[in-house]
């Protein structure tokens, strides 16, 4: 009997359960001891303060609220590596190599602003060229056919070869020379034409097919060579001194030598642009009448066959 009181008791002194009042707010758990807060960006370490940005093994750097000033901050001063330095020499070298190629190739055309009337001239004085060439070829081929199918195979030598050394006197001046060509004169009254324009305006009628030059009183040859008159102004020719206005007479094809010195900035306008005057008179026949003292050879003979 005692043994079934006791459990009754304990069970009439247990309180009743209370309702709670209203609602009651869940409690969070408390943060375990000794657990960090994360540190890094974004991470504050008070209300009020600034994010504090920790690197592995650096201090701590206060990083701004501001946004524009974060940015600032994050890239200067800047944090380059040896990977991304390399890179940046690689490219730079790459975009250099480029532009120079680019500009060397834009460059070489001198013609790029050239008006189609001159570029119809050059095309013209290109396809003179090319059938003197084609003349001078049938020549020789003829000339090979006669030697080969004369009965007389040593008089036709002989009339070839005089025929020969007559061609190889005008070039070497030693004979005249006469036929269509022009008469170029350059009028220099404020004495701005020196001796590389002259030899410029030389050059660009070689080119053009020349045959024959003569400078005022002075035959040109292959060895002419122009120099600076140190007193008293003008130009030397082959030691000579000859002074302005400077007279080409050239033995030519009229068609071919008047465009070459008329192209854009060619000899005509180079001249113009020192103050000189350039007049070309085209004619059916010039007379190229100055020689040349033919100098004897010192080192160089014929090479034996």
Known sequence: MS??????????????????????????????????????????????EPPVAVAAGREPVELPSDGRTRLKAAMWPP???????????LLFALGLALAIQVRSTNDH???????????????DELD????RLQSEKTQLEQSLAQLENSSNQAKEAQEQTRKKAAELGVLAGTEKATGPGIVLTIDDPQGQVKADMLL??????RAAGAEAIQINDVRVVAG??????????????????VSQPFRFTVVGNPQDLTPALNIPGGVVRSLENHQARATIVQQQKVLVDALAAPKPLQYGKPAAK
């Open 109 to 123: 055309s001198e013609l790029r602003g050239a008006r189609q009337e001159d570029l119809v001239r050059i095309l």
């Open 128 to 131: 003179g060229k090319q059938q």
């Open 3 to 48: 043994g079934e009181k006791e459990p009754r008791e304990r069970d009439e002194e247990r309180p009743e359960p209370v309702e709670p009042v209203g609602s009651v707010e869940p409690v969070e758990p408390a943060e375990p001891v000794g657990a960090e807060e994360p540190v890094g960006e974004g991470a504050a370490d008070g209300p009020g």
């Open 200 to 205: 410029d305006t030389l050059q660009e009628l």
């Open 79 to 89: 944090r380059v590596s040896r990977g991304q330095l390399v890179v940046a020499l």
């Open 224 to 241: 002419t060579y122009f120099t600076d008159n140190s007193s008293g102004g003008g130009v030397q020719i082959d030691g000579k001194s």
